[in-house]
């Protein structure tokens, strides 16, 4: 059986780096990026908000060991899918006064930790709300053209592969932390709402020029180990309710993408479903090669992040390849190489 299990793992592995082996560059030029701390390269860095991860351990195992303000200790999936497509190896934050536009000309980041689809998501921890993501795109555009000239900035704006990724906090760090939004909406109508936001901001990106997007759903939130932990009913375990959210609202957002293919002419959206295999890893790790997907890597794994997760605390882990979760709500740089190695897949037959 050991034998079996390890010739599965290697034969995984091997799979993953065959396809993240670079592709060829000419139909995706550049990835530009939207959304939250699950694609957030270090814009935070550079606002007043405390969701910050620019000191250590973050960033332990990134090239170079810097935490960059990536919440992870290494790459993101956008980076991964970056250097998949045959670009460069990370991809920069636009905040960011150490990268100028020849850096942002084959990859961006606009994202910001913390923020959601909707702007009352943003002002919880003070960070970048979606509409200034969507203005600092055009502000990128403008600085694109006068650097490369109107003909090949257009080819790049049409031809680049968007990514958004957003959500989870609109429920976990909204609608059920702080009660404004409860007030106003049953969870059907506040995810009716969201959806709704969704769309106006695909349908803004496409008014832009954006002609290539990744739309990605929900996680299994309910398996975050901040979630777990809180999870005063069902000690430890899931919190299903959050679960059974996630998966609802993510066929919301499927059907969303079908109706934006049959509107928007020359316009392709794909839906990119982290759910099923990120609750795989979570379930059964050790097919995977991990030995923890209930806690994460940084403090006791059960609540630290951001300034909460400290260089010096005792029980950080010394090998965070062990681990699905980084800190308490975000995974691992291995953890999400495999999630965009099955990402890439999907992507490569549409976008390649």
Not at 188 to 200: R, S, W
Request: proline share 6%.
């Amino acid at each position: 059986m050991a034998y079996m299990w390890l010739t599965g793992l290697i034969i995984f592995s091997t799979e993953i780096l065959t396809l993240l082996v670079p592709e060829c560059r000419a139909r995706v030029p550049a990835i530009i990026v939207f959304g939250d701390s699950s694609v957030d390269s270090g814009n935070n860095n550079f606002i007043s908000t405390v969701a910050k991860s620019n000191f250590a351990p973050y960033g332990r195992d990134f090239p170079g060991g810097n935490a960059t303000g990536r919440f992870c200790n290494g790459r993101l999936p956008p980076d991964y899918l970056s250097e998949a497509f045959g670009l460069k190896p990370s991809i920069p934050a636009y905040l960011d006064p150490m990268y100028s536009i020849q850096d942002f000309a084959t990859g961006v980041c606009f994202a910001s930790a913390g923020s959601g689809y909707d702007n009352a998501t943003a002002d919880v921890l003070g960070v970048i709300p979606l509409w200034q993501e969507l203005e600092n795109y055009k502000d990128y555009q403008r600085k694109l053209e006068t650097f490369l000239g109107a003909e090949q900035e257009k080819e790049i704006i049409t031809e680049a592969l968007y990514i958004m990724s957003v959500g989870t906090n609109d429920f976990l760090e909204n609608y059920y932390a702080i009660p404004g939004r409860r007030s106003q909406f049953t969870i059907q109508q506040y995810q009716d709402f969201l959806i709704g936001l969704a769309e106006d901001f695909v349908k803004q990106l496409y008014a832009l020029g954006a002609r290539k997007l990744s739309l990605t759903g929900l996680p299994p939130m309910g398996c975050l180990p901040l979630e777990r932990a809180t999870n005063f009913m069902h000690p430890d375990s899931c919190a299903e309710e959050y679960n059974d959210l996630a998966l609802e609202f993510n066929g919301k957002l499927k059907q969303l993408v079908a109706e934006l293919n049959d509107e928007l002419p020359g316009m392709k959206v794909v839906f990119a479903n982290p759910y099923d295999l990120l609750l795989q890893l979570i379930t059964a790790p050790s097919l995977y090669g991990f030995e923890n997907a209930e806690v994460g890597c940084c403090g006791s794994g059960t609540f630290e992040m951001g300034i909460m997760c400290t260089p010096d605390h005792p029980l950080t882990c010394t090998d965070a390849d062990k681990y699905v979760f980084w800190d308490a709500f975000h995974l691992t740089d291995r953890a999400n190489q495999i999630i965009s190695s099955y990402l890439f897949k999907d992507l490569k037959s549409n976008f390649l």
